[in-house]
Structure formats: structure tokens, C-alpha cells
């Protein structure tokens, strides 16, 4: 079974520029989960997918930030204008449980950030 | 505002002995656990997990222990194997809400 598939695995921009990121969850996996994890720190939720609708993005900065989960499989994450702060690993995962807060998610290898 | 915590950054064993990994928690509504390893350049990968209604889960080497009144959860590896080598994350959550993740702690399995 094919696992998350995530690109790019790397991306250097400056800020203010804009970048986006790609996923390709697990095939039939309907939750598709966007993470940042900083370095030192533990993965951070931004955004949750159930099919094509958004469930959580409460931890988005939708001043900046936008996803999208169009015909409820691949989900692109968007960031415009970037900031230095936003220089992070960005994990997308998935899962089939349906409910939220239960369940194994299964992580993609992440695409690295960095904004000069 | 940290909901999970994994206070130690870093942890080494010696070969064939057991490592233990600790995690701290806030929340006391968390009701569903889980630990992911992860090595370097990778996503995490998942480990094992235990809801609240069990005090122990156990899966080959690995063993989870859920103490409910300190809030506190731990992983035993039991024998360690330099494979082991990773950063361990812990993750809670209630059910109907997200996950929250610790900041991790990087095991280090010496030869």
C-alpha cells in the first residue's frame, strides 16, 4: 500500500514570495490532516479535511494560509505572502477513521521550509 | 499554551536495556493516546496507542502505561536496539477534538 505522498520534499523562498505544497493521502483515507512543525517542537495542527470539507482550522492564519481539498483526495496548502516565521516542516497525514481525535494517522516525509 | 509535554529533549541507553520515555499532559478530558517514532528526513510513523480506559497496551518490545490521576503516560522499550535511534513523540486527544503533540524526545541507543 502506497503511503502519503507529499512534494515538494524541499523549498527555499524569500518572504513575501508564495509557495505550495502538495499531498496525496493513503487511497480511501477520507481525513487529511495539514501539520507545521517547527524545529524543536512537536507537529501543530492547522487544518483538517473529512472528504472535501474542512473539519478543524481553527489554527490556520487565514490571512496567509489557505488548503484546499478538492474531489476530497489530493490537498494543496498555500502560503501568501510568506513570513520568516513560517519556515517549518509541513506534514500532511491521513487517516480512515472518521471521527476526529481517534485513530492511527499515517504521515507523509514532509516538505521543508525555509524563507530568507 | 502546551497541552502535552515531553520534558526530557533527549535520552541514552546502552544496548539491551530499556528505554523510557516520558509524557505529561494537561488536559483532563484527553482520553486517547499515542507515540510516533521519528527518524530523521521522515514523517512520524506510528507506534502504539492506549485509550484511557486501559492502564497498559503492549506490542512486542514496545509497552504504553496510562496513569489517569498524574496524567501521565510513558513508553518502555524493552530490549533497546540501536534501530531504536529516533525521536519519540507523544500525541492526546479527546475524542471529537485533535491531536496535540509533545515536543519530542530524541532516544539515542548506544552499541
Known amino acids: 500500500e502506497a503511503g502519503v505522498a507529499q512534494s515538494p520534499r524541499y523549498k527555499i523562498i524569500e518572504k513575501r514570495q508564495s509557495v505550495a505544497f502538495w499531498c496525496n493521502p493513503i487511497?480511501?483515507?477520507?481525513?487529511l490532516y495539514w501539520y507545521q512543525q517547527i524545529l524543536g517542537q512537536g507537529p501543530k495542527l492547522l487544518i483538517q479535511?473529512?472528504?472535501?470539507?474542512?473539519?478543524?482550522d481553527s489554527q490556520l492564519p487565514k490571512d496567509r494560509f489557505s488548503a484546499e481539498r478538492l474531489k476530497g483526495v489530493d490537498s494543496t496548502l498555500k502560503i501568501q505572502p510568506a513570513k520568516l516565521e513560517d519556515s517549518a516542516v509541513y506534514l500532511c497525514?491521513?487517516?480512515?477513521?472518521?471521527?476526529?481525535?481517534?485513530?492511527?494517522?499515517?504521515f507523509g516525509p514532509g516538505t521543508r521550509l525555509l524563507v530568507l | 499554551d502546551q497541552q502535552v509535554k515531553q520534558n526530557s529533549p533527549s535520552l541514552s541507553v546502552q544496548e539491551g536495556r530499556i528505554s523510557i520515555l516520558n509524557c505529561d499532559y494537561t488536559?483532563?478530558?484527553?482520553?486517547?493516546f499515542l507515540w510516533y517514532k521519528k527518524y530523521p528526513a521522515e514523517g512520524p510513523t506510528f507506534l502504539i496507542s492506549?485509550?484511557?480506559?486501559?492502564d497498559k497496551n503492549e506490542d512486542g518490545r514496545f509497552t504504553v502505561f496510562l496513569n489517569k490521576s498524574a496524567k501521565h503516560l510513558s513508553l518502555h522499550i524493552v530490549p533497546s536496539q540501536p534501530g531504536d535511534s529516533a525521536v519519540y513523540f507523544c500525541?492526546?486527544?479527546?475524542?471529537?477534538?485533535?491531536?496535540?503533540f509533545g515536543t519530542g524526545t530524541s532516544l539515542t541507543v548506544i552499541p
Open positions: 488536559n483532563s478530558m484527553f482520553d486517547y
Open positions: 497525514a491521513s487517516s480512515s477513521q472518521p471521527l476526529l481525535g481517534i485513530g492511527t494517522q499515517y
Open positions: 492506549i485509550s484511557s480506559i486501559k
Open positions: 500525541a492526546a486527544s479527546e475524542v471529537i477534538s485533535q491531536f496535540y
Open positions: 487511497s480511501g483515507h477520507a481525513t
Open positions: 479535511f473529512q472528504n472535501n470539507g474542512v473539519v478543524d
